[in-house]
């Protein structure tokens, strides 16, 4: 069975400050990897995702990832948080062993201003 | 505007009672998902399906039920028999299984209180 860890729970962060939230998987087949975003009061929406190719993903707002295939990872960064960043953030997984998203338990990030 | 409506935003529902939350796509979108989430506890697959009349367990299906008999429409039924209801419902679609290099697009949630 596939499953996601996200290690961080919940991060605080001042305005500037550099952005790194852990998302490690387990899965034995190929995976699509997916970050998702949810702010206050507002859908879950999609950050990025890697299906293939170049491991390192640009997604919306700045944020990027990178898939390490040999760690089972896919960290999401940012270099430069905003307040506006203030959400919760989901890593999830799916294959072809598993025809929906696995999420992780979520990040909570807070930035103060 | 295309995308995905889940009715209603708030509900209320007394213990014992069977309870229907709706979800309605115009996406054209072939596969649709049932997911609970719980502080802490990220989001948990309850049911899904992909294509009309056909619809597989997740991993939290006990005390629920679904339906699909039209593409654009997904409920979801929170029986009694669900020992802790209390909690966010987000229902989700994609254009094809999300395995198949697809994204899923969210609703806005119904958040189900039993009192």
């Known amino acids: 069975a596939q499953s996601v860890s996200q290690h961080n729970h919940h991060v605080i962060l001042s305005e500037a400050a550099s952005l790194e939230l852990g998302c490690n998987y387990s899965y034995g087949g190929t995976v699509n990897l997916f970050w998702y975003v949810q702010y206050p009061g507002q859908h879950l929406q999609l950050l990025l995702k890697?299906?293939?190719?170049?491991?390192l993903v640009k997604g919306i707002k700045g944020f990027e990832a990178e898939f390490i295939k040999s760690k089972f990872s896919f960290n999401l960064r940012k270099p430069s948080v905003q307040w506006s960043d203030t959400a919760e953030y989901f890593c999830?997984?799916?294959?072809?062993?598993?025809?929906?998203?696995?999420f992780g338990s979520g990040t909570r990030l807070q930035v103060q201003p | 505007d295309g995308g995905i409506t889940q009715s209603p935003k708030y509900l209320f529902r007394k213990e014992g009672q069977n309870v229907t939350l709706s979800c309605e796509q115009n996406l054209n979108h072939d596969a649709m998902y049932w997911y609970r989430q719980d502080p802490g506890q990220g989001l948990r697959l309850i049911y899904y399906?992909?294509?009309?009349?056909?619809?597989q367990k997740g991993d939290i299906a006990e005390g629920y039920s679904v339906s699909r008999e039209k593409k654009e429409s997904f409920p979801l039924t929170v029986t009694s028999a669900q020992k802790n209801p209390t909690a966010f419902y987000l229902c989700?679609?994609?254009?094809?299984?999300?395995?198949?290099?697809?994204?899923?697009?969210f609703g806005q949630g119904t958040r189900l209180t039993v009192v």
């Open positions: 399906s992909q294509i009309v009349n056909d619809f």
């Open positions: 989700a679609s994609s254009i094809e299984f999300v395995g198949s290099y697809t994204e899923a697009f």
């Open positions: 999830a997984v799916s294959g072809t062993g598993r025809r929906a998203l696995t």
């Open positions: 890697y299906f293939s190719g170049d491991p």
